[in-house]
């Protein structure tokens, strides 16, 4: 088993421009939650997604949208980079119960 | 809402010393409490959880909590360290209102296990 993967592992980007993250989740795992984790901070939730659809949603702007697709994996779109975007982000994902994280995509804003 | 404080941002202790986290938790009804740790380069893994059954948990590596509802603590501990423990440690909190899915971190408390 897998377990939660995500890529990329590391992205630069510039203030302005736009990104993607991708999560695959846990295999038999049909929620995805995003989660960002600013430098000695806690992560924050983001969204969740569950049958291709946002499910709940934490405090982040519109600029932070999500998407899930049938087969259960899910990305993250940032839009409008600004340089307090720069974070470790974190993909979950569950079925029923337990969140299992990935390793997470480090994502930095010049 | 629901909040987690952790009370430390650091603790240092010997290896074969206990060693103890502290979270002080809130909820405005009966909450689920999770311990995560987090080494570097490494997702987020589960210690242990609570969920409203034995308030003592116990969790993988020798670690344990106890769920101290007049206290709102929610306090981590470990018998002896290991240096392998050295790393982030989270805790959080959900609660029935979010369908027990939206997961509240606190700031965390980094360990620090010297030999």
């Known amino acids: 088993d897998a377990g939660v993967t995500q890529s990329p592992t590391h992205l630069i980007k510039t203030r302005g421009q736009q990104v993607t993250l991708r999560c695959s989740p846990k295999s038999g795992h049909d929620t995805v939650s995003w989660y960002q984790q600013a430098l000695g901070q806690g992560p924050q939730f983001i969204f969740q997604y569950y049958e291709e659809e946002e499910r709940q949603r934490g405090n982040f702007p519109d600029r932070f949208s999500g998407h899930q697709f049938p087969n259960y994996s899910s990305e993250l779109n940032v839009n409008a980079l600004l340089l307090g975007d720069s974070a470790l982000y974190l993909c979950?994902?569950?079925?029923?119960?337990?969140?299992?994280f990935g390793p997470g995509t480090r994502l930095t804003v010049t | 809402a629901q909040s987690v404080t952790q009370l430390d941002s650091h603790v240092s202790v010997s290896e074969g010393t206990p060693v103890l986290l502290r979270c002080n938790y809130s909820?405005?009804?009966?909450?689920?409490l999770f311990w995560y740790v987090q080494h570097p380069n490494k997702g987020l893994q589960l210690l242990l959880k609570?969920?409203?059954?034995?308030?003592l948990v116990k969790g993988i590596n020798g670690f344990e909590a106890e769920f101290k509802k007049s206290e709102t603590s929610f306090h981590l501990t470990k018998p002896s360290a290991h240096m392998s423990d050295a790393a982030e440690y989270f805790c959080?909190?959900?609660?029935?209102?979010?369908?027990?899915?939206?997961?509240?971190f606190g700031t965390g408390t980094r360990l620090l296990v010297s030999p």
């Open positions: 909820s405005s009804y009966s909450p689920s």
């Open positions: 979950a994902s569950s079925l029923l119960g337990e969140q299992y």
């Open positions: 959080v909190v959900t609660q029935r209102e979010t369908g027990f899915q939206k997961l509240v």
């Open positions: 609570y969920t409203s059954a034995a308030t």
